[in-house]
């Protein structure tokens, strides 16, 4: 079987037109009917249902076009491969992040990085927990910084720091003076959350059932900026790290009485998976830096 026969496969079994896919592969109508037959030759049956120029993949041709796909991608993610190692200094990069890292960490990481290696492009993706981990494993990013998961065989992460997390209620709350409370203390508060499936989500649920508590939820958003600006506006109260970009001046940062109000992030990604000489740099460069910090 020649590999040109596959590739020409492909090519009519998506357009289903001789003329057009002989057209589209700058080859001549015959030769394309002739490489089909020949395949079909080897193979032992049809894989079309042929009307006139136009034809239609039958079942057979349905089985053999899913896995002509898998070997036409495993070849061209070979010569990427190959590719990549040719031009480290070059590539893509597609990384993940959890929302309350985009204001303050995320473009100091990604501009350094940048500042050494110009040629590199970034395609990022800001969002929660368990949405990152399943772009990750679909294969849509490279890595992610994430809030600690779930043991899971198929994902490998790998902490590199923690933070602590606040009681966050409005200024003239009447805890708004205390330093530390309690949940029983606002276990009857209107909560203010992101929505399931987020790390700081599962964190707050987490520690309300340790507790035996259950919080009183009376909003939920997507974007920690917004249940802080909901606080800040006297809507409830929520439990969430001291982030960088919002006005503080409307709200006070009360300490949980737990020592389990924090938040471990670590970088994560699929076990065994291929990644460019490009991805694997910043993914190095990123354990270096906390590294550091964390000395």
């Not at 002989?22 to 020949?38: E, F, K």
Request: with cysteine.
């Amino acid at each position: 079987m020649e590999w040109q026969h596959i590739e020409y496969f492909q090519v009519v079994a998506r357009i289903q037109h001789i003329t057009r896919a002989a057209a589209a592969l700058s080859i001549s109508q015959p030769a394309l009917s002739r490489s089909i037959a020949r395949l079909e030759e080897e193979l032992g049956v049809p894989l079309f249902e042929r009307q006139g120029r136009t034809i239609r993949l039958n079942h057979y041709g349905q089985l053999f076009l899913k896995r002509t796909d898998r070997i036409l991608k495993e070849f061209q993610d070979g010569k990427q491969e190959i590719q990549d190692l040719l031009n480290p200094d070059y590539g893509e990069v597609s990384f993940g992040f959890m929302p309350t890292l985009g204001t303050y960490l995320i473009p100091t990481l990604v501009g350094a990085f940048h500042a050494d290696y110009p040629h590199v492009h970034f395609q990022l993706k800001e969002s929660g927990n368990d949405l990152l981990i399943k772009q990750l494993k679909s294969g849509e990013i490279d890595f992610c910084l994430v809030s600690a998961i779930e043991t899971d065989k198929q994902i490998h992460w790998t902490p590199l720091w923690s933070e602590e997390l606040f009681v966050i209620v409005p200024s003239n709350h009447r805890l708004a003076g205390s330093k530390v409370v309690t949940l029983k203390e606002i276990a009857k508060e209107s909560f203010i959350l992101l929505k399931r499936g987020s790390g700081l989500r599962s964190i707050t649920t987490q520690l309300f059932h340790e507790a035996g508590l259950s919080p009183n939820i009376t909003f939920e958003g997507e974007e920690v900026h917004t249940i802080a600006a909901f606080v800040a506006a006297g809507l409830g109260v929520t439990i969430i790290p001291d982030f960088k970009g919002f006005d503080w001046s409307n709200v006070s940062r009360l300490r949980l009485h737990s020592p389990k109000c924090k938040r471990v992030i670590g970088l994560a990604s699929v076990e065994g998976r291929y990644l460019s000489p490009t991805a694997k740099r910043f993914q190095q460069f990123i354990t270096d830096y906390f590294t550091v910090t964390n000395r």
